[in-house]
């Protein structure tokens, strides 16, 4: 009973209009007096609690070295030495899309800002090539999500904090899935690329390439820093977020010299604006997930999964279809926060490897990010490239259904994931 007065009212306030955050306040407002300990001050100090995390400030510096990033020249800088790698092959700008998805997922850890940035430097030049559009709108969109996935990813952050994961085992491990996604856009993109008449550009010369690798080569030891600091263990991930911010901050201004200080203003309030929306989401999710342990919703759950316990992948495939359900029609965020805490405890009853969970549950995540009704990413992509949804909805698709068919490999194989994983861990 109590398990569907929790997702009764939160599905309820979330139709009515409410944002997740109201939502799953009222949610657990209903649980306590349900279970008669409604208590303003608990409510109170519990939303105060759930953020009051070590692992959590790494969103706002995360955010902030993404926002930099994006303003600072380093996103340009990498699109220019992924055209002079790969630029002058059939489909080039395609390639350099998926090139410049890797890097920039290893710079902000944002599904939206990468596909815009993608979306606003690449796509005029794309259109302008003769490049089917519908397609190219679908690869860099597909393109974007990679980086919930490789490090420094702000979802792993959010999945390690709601499931009690390891946050540093997590980033590692999403380096090896996060390059098999690259490589599934690749595959995709050839076999497109392959019936169309597309102006190719020339080959950059030795020295065209040397200059573009010097000039990224400061975005491009970002990434190398972050995941070599954390892998040796000299700094945790909230410290590796401090040092992106700082590295962000001193390159864009004493390297590249294109970060004002009226931009750098603007930075620290678009991410403070956006850590105050993260961080009240995770207060109230907290609040919800102390709620749904008092309660024993988890025990319920396993109640109605008991069949499946000693069958991890079918539970995984029943977790996985119901996670790309919810996640068609809400945020990634509100999914991680609400599902998690109702998830783990059954997940760890079957026995499956907790690291392989969150990886699976944000590659899950981030494919809803591309897929209507809500698609945010591919909102985001219409948006900016000022083209009608059902246009893009027409040119994702090939890219949906190669990365839930590596999706259900993952599944097949859970090896893909904790064998890579294992070895960059050490």
């Not at 055209?83 to 850890?109: D, K, N, P």
């Not at 679908?138 to 994961?165: D, E, F, H, K, Y």
């Not at 977020?241 to 004002?260: D, K, M």
Request: charged residues 10%; proline residues 6%; contains cysteine.
């Amino acid at each position: 009973m109590t398990l569907f007065i929790f997702l009764g009212v939160l599905f309820i306030g979330i139709l009515a209009g409410l944002p997740v955050a109201f939502a799953l306040l009222l949610s657990s407002m209903a649980l306590m007096v349900h279970m008669n300990l409604f208590s303003a001050d608990i409510l109170a100090q519990s939303l105060i609690n759930g953020v009051d995390s070590f692992p959590l400030l790494a969103v706002p510096f995360f955010l902030v070295a993404g926002e930099v990033m994006s303003r600072g020249g380093l996103s340009t800088r990498i699109v220019a030495l992924a055209m002079a790698l790969v630029g002058h092959r059939r489909g080039g700008l395609g390639y350099v899309a998926i090139l410049t998805a890797i890097v920039l997922a290893g710079l902000s850890g944002s599904a939206v800002a990468d596909a815009a940035a993608l979306v606003s430097i690449l796509y005029p030049m794309m259109r302008k090539a003769g490049y089917p559009e519908g397609r190219s709108l679908g690869l860099l969109a597909s393109g974007g999500i990679i980086a919930p996935i490789i490090p420094p990813s702000l979802p792993l952050i959010l999945v390690g904090v709601a499931g009690n994961i390891s946050i540093a085992k997590l980033f590692l491990a999403g380096i090896a899935p996060g390059l098999m996604m690259a490589a599934v856009l690749v595959t995709i993109w050839t076999i497109i690329m392959r019936g169309e008449e597309i102006e190719t550009l020339p080959k950059a010369s030795g020295a065209e390439r040397w200059t573009a690798l010097r000039e990224g080569i400061w975005a491009l030891l970002l990434p190398v820093i972050i995941i070599g600091g954390i892998r040796s263990g000299a700094f945790t991930p909230t410290e590796a977020a401090v040092v992106a911010a700082v590295y962000a901050i001193v390159i864009s201004t004493l390297v590249y010299r294109e970060l004002t200080f009226q931009t750098f203003v603007e930075v620290l309030m678009q991410a403070g604006r956006s850590t105050a929306m993260v961080m009240f989401l995770v207060g109230a999710a907290m609040v919800a997930a102390w709620l749904i342990t008092v309660a024993q919703l988890p025990q319920q759950l396993a109640t109605l999964l008991q069949p499946l316990i000693d069958s991890p992948r079918l539970l995984m495939l029943v977790i996985m279809l119901l996670v790309l359900a919810v996640g068609m029609v809400m945020d990634l965020s509100p999914t991680v926060l609400i599902l998690v805490p109702l998830l783990m405890p059954v997940v760890r009853m079957a026995g499956i490897d907790e690291v392989y969970f969150g990886l699976m549950f944000i590659l899950n995540c981030s494919i809803g990010l591309i897929t209507p009704p809500v698609g945010t990413v591919l909102n985001v992509v219409c948006g900016v490239g000022r083209v009608p949804m059902s246009q893009a909805v027409r040119g994702v698709g090939p890219f949906i259904l190669g990365y839930i068919v590596l999706l259900g490999l993952f599944i097949l194989f859970p090896q893909l994931i904790t064998v890579p994983a294992a070895f960059m861990a050490g």
